[in-house]
């Protein structure tokens, strides 16, 4: 798609290349497999306009880009310069033979496909096609993605998966459209890890959305708001003086990590009976009055949402009300400082809510109990 993604002279990160599984790949094995980094354009670029999207469909790209070093991570970066608002592009995951890079909620519009049509029904998924990459790995790790984001998003399988060719007459993705029998292949192959996770449904994806809590899929945003916006983790992990940004009432950005699972199931609650890992259940570094023990947390990189009931005191600190003074958590400058939280001891990281672990599953989150984090939204109900 551009010419642009400037070379990434830092170690390159690798993964493990994806095996011949695809037959009994679960929708963890996926996430894991695929290790998607969060690297999100910033709220305040054009290229990121902030419209509500509901994907119906999924877009194809190649990059159009050969240059030596203009992989996954470098499309990412590029998309938050100054060139790609100026050019007024933008789409959701680049892939390349080792890794994936988000740049935008699957829950937003981007300006990928040429058309207003495009733009607005479908997830960009760009395949990049730098030098020395291994293109058959690549074009796998994206049938892998694409298959996931149809079946997490509750997209049917058949016709939704498109080129851009199909939007806007342009030949993209150019690579799999001049391979003989490639665009063909590469459906065969999202086919079959699509089948594969609706052969796995009863243990794993309806298994995290049959909590007795509802759950839900934030695909769009509050009638006449934009989009819940969100301060970029490098701005405040790196000493800078970010705050949670706009609308009232919702906290954007916040690390959470995990609590009440494994060893520490039937923990007392500070509230009074004990945590339940079964339930989605959160913890805040205050205690809040009876009628804002409900909390709705959003998952931003894949739109999941879920309400938990607030039933402990912590992480960390048990007076830091961030929420009613427009500050971030206490524990970010204390442990980016090694300064010493409530409990007595600095903060190992700095998340300012703990989930349980059914909560973590319902925001699609997956790993071993209590190690699980994410960067998430949250809002008193």
């Known amino acids: 798609m551009i010419k642009k993604a400037t070379k990434n002279t830092s170690p390159r990160k690798t993964t493990a290349p994806l095996k011949n599984q695809a037959q009994s790949m679960t929708v963890q094995q996926a996430r894991q497999q695929l290790n998607i980094t969060v690297d999100l354009i910033p709220n305040t670029n054009s290229n990121r306009p902030g419209t509500p999207l509901q994907a119906k469909k999924v877009t194809i790209h190649n ?14 970066k590029y998309m938050k310069g100054t060139d790609a608002q100026q050019r007024k592009v933008s789409w ?3 892939v390349d033979d080792g890794s994936v890079y988000q740049s935008l909620p699957v829950n937003e519009v981007g300006w990928h496909a040429a058309t207003h049509a495009g733009n607005t029904t479908s997830l960009g998924i760009e395949i990049c096609e730098n030098q020395g990459i291994n293109q058959t790995a690549a074009n796998t790790r994206a049938a892998l993605l694409t298959a996931l984001m149809l079946y997490e998003l509750h997209i049917p399988l058949a016709g939704n998966v498109v080129q851009h060719h199909d939007w806007s007459g342009k030949n993209c993705p150019h690579m799999l459209r001049a391979t003989a029998g490639g665009w063909t292949a590469f459906l ?13 449904a009863p243990h794993s994806h309806l298994a995290a959305l049959s909590h007795h809590a509802p759950v839900h899929a934030l695909d769009v945003a509050p009638a006449g708001k934009r989009l819940r916006p969100r301060v970029s983790a490098a701005a405040f992990r790196f ?10 009432g919702v ?12 060893s520490e199931a039937g923990m007392p609650s500070a509230y009074g009976g004990i945590v339940d890992p079964d339930e989605p259940q959160a913890s805040l570094p205050a205690r809040v009055p009876s009628s804002q023990r409900r909390v709705v947390v959003t998952n931003p990189a894949n739109g999941r949402s879920v309400e938990c009931l607030v039933n402990d005191v912590g ?13 971030r958590p206490a ?3 204390q442990h980016q400082n090694g300064d010493v939280a409530e409990n007595g001891q600095v903060p190992s990281n700095e998340a300012g809510i703990d ?15 209590n190690t699980r984090k994410v960067r998430v939204d949250w809002e008193f109900v």
């Not at 159009?64 to 990412?76: L, Y």
């Not at 000493?239 to 009232?248: F, K, Q, T, Y």
């Not at 906290?251 to 494994?262: A, C, H, W």
């Not at 989930?355 to 109990?369: E, F, K, R």
């Open 63 to 76: 990059t159009d880009n050969d240059s030596a070093g203009a992989d996954a991570r470098a499309h990412a």
């Open 92 to 94: 959701h995951f680049t």
């Open 188 to 200: 065969a192959e999202v086919k079959a890890f699509y089948d594969a996770f609706s052969a796995d």
């Open 239 to 248: 000493g800078g003086a970010a705050h949670a940004e706009g609308v009232s």
């Open 251 to 262: 906290q954007s950005d916040i690390l959470s990590t995990e609590f009440g699972g494994g």
């Open 315 to 327: 992480p960390w600190n048990t007076h830091d009300a961030y929420w009613n003074t427009g500050s």
């Open 331 to 333: 524990a970010e400058a």
């Open 355 to 369: 989930l349980t672990p059914a909560a973590m599953l319902a925001l699609g989150v997956h790993g071993p109990v």
